[in-house]
Nanobody, 120 residues
Framework: QVQLVESGGGLVQPGGSLRLSCAAS????????IDWYRQAPGKQRELVAV???????NYADSVKGRFTISRDNAKNTVYLQMNSLKPEDTAVYYC??????????????WGQGTQVTVSS
């Protein structure tokens, strides 16, 4: 069974930084895409950043220039470096991956989420 485990969330002041990690474990054959989503209270879940196995990257307009997504394929881990954080970045951040195992075709897997709170 594949698991995605996020870490690195917390409370930070406006203008501060956090780095989120998403580690995939289990019987993984390949990971095609890993993305970060976030969901603020009362709002829909939104896509924040995407990185593909080929290294293609995209960001939501609201985080461009402030957030950086990267991946360590050897560790099956993806990072989201978040700088110049704003109160409106406050949300639960979720990792999502499109992956396959030796026993399945491609499917989507979600992590449990990690809370990020930006407040003075």
């Amino acid at each position: 069974q594949v698991q995605l485990v996020e870490s690195g969330g917390g409370l930070v002041q406006p203008g501060g930084s956090l780095r989120l990690s998403c580690a995939a474990s289990g019987s993984i054959r390949s990971i095609n895409v890993i993305d970060w989503y976030r969901q603020a209270p009362g709002k829909q879940r939104e896509l924040v950043a995407v990185i593909t196995s080929g290294g293609s990257i995209n960001y939501a307009d609201s985080v461009k220039g402030r957030f950086t997504i990267s991946r360590d394929n050897a560790k099956n881990t993806v990072y989201l470096q978040m700088n110049s954080l704003k109160p409106e970045d406050t949300a639960v951040y979720y990792c999502h991956a499109v992956l396959s195992t030796p026993y399945s075709g491609k499917y989507g897997q979600w992590g449990q989420g990690t809370q990020v709170t930006v407040s003075s």
